[in-house]
């Protein structure tokens, strides 16, 4: 063998299954690597190699380069094993290698029974795609194969493969999960944690592409949202938090168009457009993380924007930490980004408005005093004054900024307006060059009628409040002062009573959304309409009671008339036959007697 030609194999390695016997008639070069071996057990199973030696009848020794085999110098190996009738095991980690190998050296059945295509094939279809975790395995060894192995459809079947047993095991689990309650009726039980989704940390090896084909995949055949929401969280922790730190180390500054950056940015993009759209399905707290990444790695607008959407519609459960977004611009910006948790306010609002506009009669029919929408707007609208509490210390905060994260909220929102009345107060201790005119822009932001005891006691003598709020002040407390003497002496004056109602049910209207106000009056004017009902039954039964009453009244005087009646003749028939009595004078006999005859004629 010429000593320029050396195999890139070793000699050990090469004794096993190259005949010693017999000298090597043809050299193979495969990306560099060079193999000396013999043409007939290769010409008998590759229809290439045959037609490459058939080219070449002229010369000798034979010399042939395989230009972009797949796989290389180890797949041609393999290859080349098989021709020589080697035994060697096929796994998932050489599968997709020789299946690739095959489909290049034209190593099909056409050319010899029982070639390497066939029984790559086989394994394929009867073990890798019957194996979630094989099928894993062989799309990572796919990611060195491509665009090949995407041609012959070894990345499709795998990703269905995939799906199809990831889908199985849920509804495995599901099943498992059926059970009989004391009263005999079937339910199901709370899932444990990540049951059945086992294979989220296997896709977390593969490479972006294919791991956003897996799960595309896994989306169409119905994997359940919250499982995918796990599958894409660990897979970020994986690619970007694992690789960043990585990168910090070597890099002090990491540049954001390039190296890990750019893979760091493909990768938040890509988990973006993979998220589900079902609420809830991936912790807020990861989506703001993406978002923040999406901003320092300056991500495309539509990523960002999505991100935005996605946080708006559930904002009720963030938390202030969450909204505290550090600003990546200039240094004369803001601490925090305050633009884009604006823009994340609207999103909300207009949720809640579309929220109530797309069924007004089932939501006003509603008995329930607190929608959960209504709950959402009190949570908000506590973050809110929080986050602006936070931001107002802020000098190069703007007032136009701050007024307008203030106001993204409808009026309903705030029920006690003392969050942002504090937040108001450290922007101006913060911000105290600001005219008389801004003073009073900022404060009419502020309902003095929904501030506390306490924190109207504090407006009231706050020198930093222009003087026509301090006037609204005083003159709410002093009707709440009114209206509290009112209530406590109720009978001196009844007219204060009613003012101090209305005054009250007002405030309260005030803080009541109005779908929730007008449901409440629906529910009023039911209650007035059931108690005029039974007004009207009891005035019936009251007219009844009446004319047995007068009827009663009627009959008992008839029988007392005649009752007395009765004992004046007995008296009469007494005083008249009686000779026991004693006789008196005649003339008073007479005049006794007299009057009892005329009576009896």
Not at 401 to 411: G, N, S
Request: proline share 4%; aromatic share 6%; with cysteine.
């Amino acid at each position: 063998m010429d000593k320029h030609l050396q195999p890139l194999v070793t000699p050990n390695r090469c004794s096993e299954w190259v005949f010693r016997d017999v000298p090597s008639d043809i050299t193979i070069e495969v990306n560099g690597g060079i193999f000396s071996l013999h043409k007939f057990p290769l010409v008998s199973r590759s229809g290439r190699i045959r037609k490459l030696v058939a080219e070449k009848r002229d010369s000798d020794m034979s010399r042939i380069e395989l230009l972009g085999l797949p796989g290389g110098a180890e797949s041609f190996e393999l290859a080349a094993q098989f021709c020589y009738g080697v035994n060697f095991e096929i796994t998932a980690a050489n599968v997709a290698q020789l299946y690739c190998v095959s489909d290049y050296l034209e190593m099909t059945e056409e050319y010899s029974k029982n070639n390497l295509d066939s029984r790559a094939e086989e394994y394929l279809e009867s073990i890798v795609c019957k194996n979630l975790e094989m099928s894993v395995e062989v799309l990572q060894q796919c990611e060195n194969l491509l665009p090949l192995a995407d041609e012959l459809e070894i990345v499709s079947r795998c990703i269905d493969a995939i799906a199809s047993k990831a889908c199985a095991e849920q509804i495995a689990s599901s099943f498992s999960r059926l059970e009989y309650s004391s009263s005999g009726r079937l339910h199901m039980s709370k899932p444990t944690k990540c049951e059945g989704d086992w294979w989220i940390e296997d896709l977390s090896v593969l490479r972006v592409d294919l791991y956003q084909r897996v799960i595309a995949a896994m989306k169409c055949r119905g994997v359940r949202p919250e499982s995918i929401g796990a599958s894409l969280v660990n897979y970020a922790q994986k690619e970007l938090i694992r690789k960043s730190s990585l990168s910090n180390q070597t890099q002090p500054k990491v540049d954001l168009v390039s190296g890990s950056s750019a893979h760091e940015k493909l990768v938040v993009e890509t988990i973006v457009s993979l998220l589900p759209v079902e609420k809830f399905a991936v912790p807020i707290t990861f989506l703001f993380g993406l978002l923040r990444s999406a901003v320092i790695l300056d991500c495309k607008v539509s990523c960002r924007l999505d991100l935005e959407r996605r946080i708006g519609s559930q904002l009720d459960v963030a938390t202030l930490d969450d909204l505290l977004i550090p600003s990546f611009r200039h240094a004369g910006d803001t601490l925090f980004d305050v633009d884009v948790v604006h823009r994340i306010l609207v999103n909300f609002s207009q949720q809640e408005d579309s929220e109530e506009d797309v069924d007004n009669n089932s939501l006003f029919e509603s008995d329930s005093p607190s929608s959960p929408s209504q709950t959402a707007l009190f949570k908000v609208s506590k973050l809110v004054d929080n986050y602006l509490a936070e931001i107002a210390p802020d000098t190069n905060l703007k007032l136009n900024k701050f007024i307008a994260v203030a106001e993204t909220l409808p009026a309903h929102a705030r029920t006690v307006h003392d969050g942002l009345y504090t937040a108001i107060d450290v922007y101006l201790k913060a911000h105290q060059g600001l005219t008389d005119q801004d003073r009073r822009k900022l404060c009419k932001l502020i309902d003095f009628q929904k501030l506390s005891p306490e924190a109207g006691a504090h407006a009231a003598q706050n020198e930093r409040l222009p003087l026509q709020s301090i006037v609204q002040v005083l003159y709410y407390e002093q009707l709440r002062l009114r209206n509290s003497l009112s209530c406590s002496y109720p009978d001196e004056d009844p007219k204060p009573m009613h003012q101090s109602w209305r005054i009250s049910s007002g405030a309260l209207s005030a803080a009541i959304s109005p779908r929730d106000n007008y449901a409440s009056l629906r529910r009023e004017n039911r209650e007035l309409k059931l108690e005029l009902a039974r007004l009207r039954m009891r005035l019936n039964d009251l007219e009844k009671e009446h004319v047995c009453m007068k009827r009663n009244m009627e009959k008992s005087s008839s029988q007392k008339f005649m009752s007395s009646l009765t004992k004046k003749i007995g008296k009469l028939n007494i005083f008249g036959h009686s000779s026991s009595r004693p006789s008196t004078s005649p003339s008073k006999q007479s005049h006794r007697t007299e009057p009892k005859l005329a009576e009896r004629t």
